[in-house]
T-cell receptor, first 115, second 117 residues
Framework: AQKITQTQPGMFVQEKEAVTLDCTYDTSDQSYGLFWYKQPSSGEMIFLIYQGSYDEQNATEGRYSLNFQKARKSANLVISASQLGDSAMYFCAMRVSGSARQLTFGSGTQLTVLP | SQTIHQWPATLVQPVGSPLSLECTVEGTSNPNLYWYRQAAGRGLQLLFYSVGIGQISSEVPQNLSASRPQDRQFILSSKKLLLSDSGFYLC????????????????FGQGTRLTVV
């Protein structure tokens, strides 16, 4: 079974600063994907970034980057130059290869960007 | 482009009443389809998933059921709602990953806020 742990229920960051949201995972599978989603107060789930277990380079998407440390089973999300619109709930998720069972989610981190 | 529609956006239902939430996907064929539930301030719990018409897998035994009568239609139902069924329900789809790799993200609908009173 897969498990995702997000140990930061809430985080605060000053506008224009960088912030790291922690995520650790547990799986016995060798092939898997790690995802980060953003959920604003409206409730929609917005896909941010993906990292494959065999990817050697850390994934980046604009201001988002994923700090992937496979040996430590961590996949932290780094948001650079935070904006007020980044205030939202952030979820880390995992899907193992070959499984239609989609996306085991962590409990989320509520990020608040301060002006 | 692909789109996913989910309705209604909000719903208030009395205990013991039936439920039907519908989700449809456009612009893709043979998607994997999913129903998630999110309790207030919590993560997402997978309820059901489907890899094809009439194929439903249940993750959590409960008061709910799901059906997939058409390739791009996924329905969440209940015969009698309980107070504990209140929550935010999200439908999602994903493409089948190449070679089975877990590299396909899920795309979510707007969600339905269900309040059972």
């Amino acid at each position: 079974a897969q498990k995702i742990t997000q140990t930061q229920p809430g985080m605060f960051v000053q506008e224009k600063e960088a912030v790291t949201l922690d995520c650790t995972y547990d799986t016995s599978d060798q092939s898997y994907g790690l995802f980060w989603y953003k959920q604003p107060s409206s409730g929609e789930m917005i896909f941010l970034i993906y990292q494959g277990s065999y990817d050697e380079q850390n994934a980046t998407e604009g201001r988002y980057s994923l700090n992937f440390q496979k040996a430590r089973k961590s996949a932290n999300l780094v948001i650079s130059a935070s904006q007020l619109g980044d205030s939202a709930m952030y979820f880390c998720a995992m899907r193992v290869s070959g499984s239609a069972r989609q996306l085991t989610f962590g409990s989320g981190t509520q990020l608040t960007v301060l002006p | 482009s692909q789109t996913i529609h989910q309705w209604p956006a909000t719903l208030v239902q009395p205990v013991g009443s039936p439920l039907s939430l519908e989700c449809t996907v456009e612009g893709t064929s043979n998607p994997n389809l999913y129903w998630y539930r999110q309790a207030a301030g919590r993560g997402l719990q997978l309820l059901f998933y489907s890899v094809g018409i009439g194929q439903i897998s249940s993750e959590v035994p409960q008061n709910l059921s799901a059906s997939r009568p058409q390739d791009r239609q996924f329905i969440l139902s209940s015969k009698k709602l309980l107070l504990s069924d209140s929550g935010f329900y999200l439908c999602a789809w994903s493409a089948v990953g190449l070679g089975g790799w877990g590299n396909t993200e899920a795309f979510f609908g707007q969600g339905t806020r269900l309040t059972v009173v």
